[in-house]
């Protein structure tokens, strides 16, 4: 692979796999193209709620809006330029209210192929 630069113009959204709510990913690098890790971009419409068990460590950064991750432990809620670490096998639920939000996300490894197998 070489160096790269993105933007949120560059991703193609589609609605995130197996979900319910309007939740739409896209995804820039990820096993197609032979990196190790998954990075796109988010879309949380306003007023969604998420619930999964994280099948694989994503890191996700607040670009725009504000969304909540609750787990067993508690809740944080991130705004923009914040950043959220969900390790693999934390249940969490991500909740958006208002505008929504918009996120880039980290994962290690793949989570299609997670998500797929």
Not at 86 to 107: C, H, R, S, W, Y
Request: a negative charge.
């Amino acid at each position: 692979m070489k160096v790269q630069k993105f933007s949120v113009s560059d991703a193609k959204m589609v609605k995130s796999p197996g979900q319910y709510a309007e939740i739409y990913v896209g995804n820039l690098v990820d096993e197609r193209n032979g990196g190790p890790v998954t990075i796109g971009y988010g879309r949380y419409a306003p007023d969604q709620s998420l619930t999964e068990t994280m099948g694989v460590d994503d890191t996700m950064i607040i670009l725009e809006g504000r969304l909540s991750v609750s787990t067993s432990d508690g809740t944080v809620t991130a705004y923009p330029g914040d950043i959220v670490y969900m390790p693999k096998g934390q249940a969490v639920t991500i909740t958006t209210e208002g505008d929504g939000a918009l996120t880039a996300f980290v994962t290690y490894p793949h989570w299609a192929e997670v998500r797929e197998g």
